[in-house]
Structure formats: C-alpha cells, structure tokens
C-alpha cells in the first residue's frame, strides 16, 4: 500500500488546537488583505474591519492554549506554529493598520519596523524558554515582557480613531516634523509596547 501524500501526512498530524491556531493567522491575513483594501479604495469600512479581526485572532489564541490543556495535546510545533501565527496577527498587521491609519512618516515606519522586530525578537525568547524549562522539568512561573497580543490595546485605539474619523492628518496628538521626516506622537505607543515586550525586567505571572 502506498503512502499517503506528505502534504496529507502533514495534516494528519495536526491537534485539534493547531486549527484553532491557523485560525488566528487566517484573521491576521485577512487584516493585512483588509488594509490594503483600504489603502487602495480609502473606505473606512476596510480599516475597521482590519482592526475587528484583531480581537477575533485574540480568541482563537487563547481558545487553542485552553483546547491543547484540555486535551493534553502539547508539541514543538504548535508553539512553533502558535508564534508564526501571532507574529502576523499581533506584529504585522497592528503595524499595518497603524501605517494605513495615518502613520507613515519617515519616523513612524522606524518605530513601526522596530515595534515588529521587538514581537518576533519576544516570541523567539519564550520559546527557547519554554524549550529548556520542558527540558528541565520545570514549570513556567512567569513571562519575561508583556505578551505580544497586548498590541490589541493599540489596534483599538486606531479602530476608535477610525470610527471617529480622526485618521489620516487627524491622528490624536497630531505630529511633528523631525529631521528628514515626519513623527506622529500617537507611533510612539508602538515604541513603548515593543519595548515592554522586549524588557527582562518586567515579569507577567503565567496563569
């Protein structure tokens, strides 16, 4: 009998959570697709809908730690896999939104990029922590920086901007021009979360 095709196979070996898992991804990519709908047509529909999938990510999220507890279904590739997913729905797209919303200066990309680099740089440091305290038998007591779905409260901020109408030359808090390029201070909420989520000093208790 032959074997059953690798992509196949793949899918197999899937836990019922790492579909809960892909889920979250979809919602980000959709966000991400939703953005560049509003970038092309400038509907204001496209951006909110951007900013709803993000809270619709969140729950997929935490539906798939309470699925692969429940069923007592833990991998290294459903961390893996779980990170893939929240770097696109909780890194790039909360960036993309914030760049389609109005913030696009010179500036606002550098914090934008850095806010990115700081969720990916987040994410790889608790797997390799949760890697060796697996390893050593250990229980996670807590996080090192605030998780990276945190970017939510800044998703929202931009959804109720949007609602609102103030995107766009509206951005609360307005901008300043430094330099070569233009500062909106509302980017600087992506600085300070990139960096909490990067920080060894601060620590989450793990629930």
């Known amino acids: 009998m032959s074997a059953p095709p690798r992509h196949l196979s793949m899918i197999r070996s899937f836990h019922l959570a790492d579909f809960f898992t892909l889920g979250n ?3 980000g990519v959709l966000a991400v697709f939703a953005v560049m709908g509003y970038v092309e047509a400038r509907t204001p529909r496209y951006l909110l809908t951007a900013a709803a999938l993000i809270p619709l ?3 997929l999220d935490v539906l798939d730690g309470r699925v692969a507890r429940s069923r ?6 459903g961390r893996e896999l779980d990170s893939l997913a929240d770097v696109i729905s909780f890194g ?3 960036a993309a ?3 389609a919303a109005g913030m696009s200066g ?3 990309v550098v914090i934008l990029v850095y806010f990115v680099c700081c969720g990916v740089s987040r994410l790889a440091r608790f ?9 050593e038998a250990g229980k996670v007591t807590y996080f090192e920086g605030t998780p990276i779905p945190s970017s939510l409260v800044l998703v929202v901020i ?3 901007s949007a609602w609102l109408g103030h995107i766009g030359d509206a951005l609360p808090l307005g901008s300043v021009r430094l330099g070569p390029g233009r500062l909106h201070f509302l980017t600087l909420a992506w600085a300070l979360s990139g960096s909490l989520m990067i920080s060894k000093t601060l620590r989450i208790p793990k629930l």
């Open 57 to 59: 990510a969140l729950v």
């Open 97 to 99: 939104i914030a760049y």
């Open 158 to 160: 931009v959804g109720v």
């Open 72 to 77: 007592q279904k833990h991998s290294a590739m």
């Open 106 to 108: 010179l500036w606002d």
């Open 92 to 94: 790039v797209a909360p």
């Open 127 to 135: 797997n390799v922590t949760a890697e060796a305290l697996s390893v």
């Open 25 to 27: 991804a979809a919602c």
